[in-house]
């Protein structure tokens, strides 16, 4: 069989959201455990070089670096059968950027969706004149050419990432053709996407946007570390509203998106794989059945069944993640040369190994 590479970044940004948990990691984790040794190598990479596109307080870096390494070995990757390191550590990734930048169109990057909407941001507060605009700096316009970079210099074949970055995978592929065309060789190798099957997990209070790291109100979103009283306070403050009260719950993303993300919360972590549709109407059966009513409020209302119930699965899920993560900082104790370190380290040598593999044939394709 030919030899798969599978590959995916995160950002050390901050502790892992549940959104980030079930739209990647838990994906890479299922990837890990079913892929065959013999055929598969699986390389995971800590991007620091991209959490700089924006500028990070003096010290964050360096601890979010740890962090994110420790949740995800928290969550079950396995330094022995993942390449886990931080981009930083293999000068390949950033040398390959240059290589590609100068093959690759600015015309394509300036159509890209987030660069667009950047764009538009600065345009919506009225600060687009020339001076604002070239303001903007030039690491958040060509970061897409280090995506590529990342993925290419390891010849990754499959690259599972959120529907976000889809086109940034494209952009990818369109680095291959280019490098390859202008050097006429088939050097770098065309990485297939694997889109996540998770839905978006939708911020907890304005439930048609997304969970996401950058929103200012922590309890929008459920962090990897948070504990089983912090989850249900969440959980029971998140957004939801009182739509259709004598049909109790439905799931309609449209017009009741903070029900629906909640039910499709539970549905995503069903044992028996009920769609969401199915765990409402089940919801608003039991409801039913004890009181004859659905319009009730208190215990047995539907809604608040439904609440209790997401947060007992994910404090179920999450606990012991949590604890495992806390345990892997506190035996680190942050010094130099623990555990985490050695991790690391191991990670940067097997990754700098399969990207010079890489990056020696393209230095003789541009005869460097
Ligand atoms: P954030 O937007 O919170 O900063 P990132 O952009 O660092 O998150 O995303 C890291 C990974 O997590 C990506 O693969 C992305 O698709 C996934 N992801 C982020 N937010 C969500 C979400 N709300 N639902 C599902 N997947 C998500
Ligand atoms: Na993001």
């Known amino acids: 069989a030919q030899r798969q590479v599978i590959f995916s970044g995160i950002q050390p940004t901050g502790i892992p959201h549940l959104g980030n948990y079930l739209g990647a990691l838990q994906q890479w984790k299922r990837m890990q455990d079913s892929a065959d040794p013999e055929t598969t190598d699986l390389i995971f990479s800590v991007v620091d070089l991209h959490a700089i596109t924006v500028p990070q307080q003096r010290g964050n870096l360096k601890k979010w670096k740890r962090e994110m390494l420790a949740a995800l070995l928290a969550i079950g990757l396995d330094p022995k059968r993942c390449t886990i390191f931080y981009q930083s550590m293999v000068p390949g990734h950033s040398e390959l950027q240059w290589i590609l930048s100068c093959t690759a169109s600015t015309g394509y990057l300036s159509r890209m969706t987030q660069w667009k909407s950047k764009l538009q941001l600065a345009d919506d507060a009225h600060m687009l004149d020339d001076k604002a605009k070239s303001s903007l700096k030039h690491g958040l316009f060509s970061y897409p050419i280090l995506q590529a970079a990342d993925i290419l210099v390891h010849r990754a074949t499959h690259v599972p990432v959120g529907e976000d970055q889809r086109q940034h995978l494209e952009f990818a592929r369109e680095c291959v053709t280019n490098f390859n065309h202008a050097y006429k060789g088939k050097v770098?190798?065309?990485?297939?996407?694997?889109?996540?099957?998770?839905?978006?997990?939708?911020?907890?209070?304005?439930?048609?946007?997304?969970?996401?790291?950058?929103?200012?109100?922590?309890?929008?979103?459920?962090?990897?570390?948070?504990?089983?009283?912090?989850?249900?306070?969440?959980?029971?403050?998140?957004?939801?509203d009182s739509l259709t009260p004598s049909l109790g719950i439905t799931f309609d993303p449209i017009q009741r998106p903070g029900v629906s993300n909640l039910l499709q919360l539970l549905s995503h972590f069903d044992t028996q794989d009920r769609s969401a549709q199915e765990i409402a109407a089940q919801i608003n059966a039991e409801v039913m059945g004890n009181h004859g009513g659905l319009g009730g409020e208190g215990e047995e209302n539907p809604l608040r069944k439904l609440k209790e119930r997401v947060s007992e699965v994910v404090q179920r899920e999450l606990n012991p993640i949590r604890e495992k993560y806390l345990k892997l900082l506190q035996e680190d104790g942050g010094k130099e040369g623990g555990y985490l370190d050695e991790v690391i380290r191991e990670g940067a040598r097997k990754a700098n190994e399969s990207a010079e593999r890489t990056m020696s044939r393209v230095r003789r394709a541009v005869e460097l």
Do not use: G
């Not at 997990?201 to 304005?206: E, F, K």
């Not at 946007?209 to 962090?223: A, E, F, G, T, V």
């Open 188 to 240: 770098l190798v065309a990485p297939e996407t694997i889109l996540s099957p998770t839905k978006r997990v939708m911020s907890l209070q304005l439930p048609t946007k997304k969970m996401s790291k950058s929103d200012p109100d922590p309890s929008s979103r459920i962090l990897l570390t948070d504990t089983p009283s912090e989850i249900h306070a969440k959980i029971l403050k998140a957004r939801t």
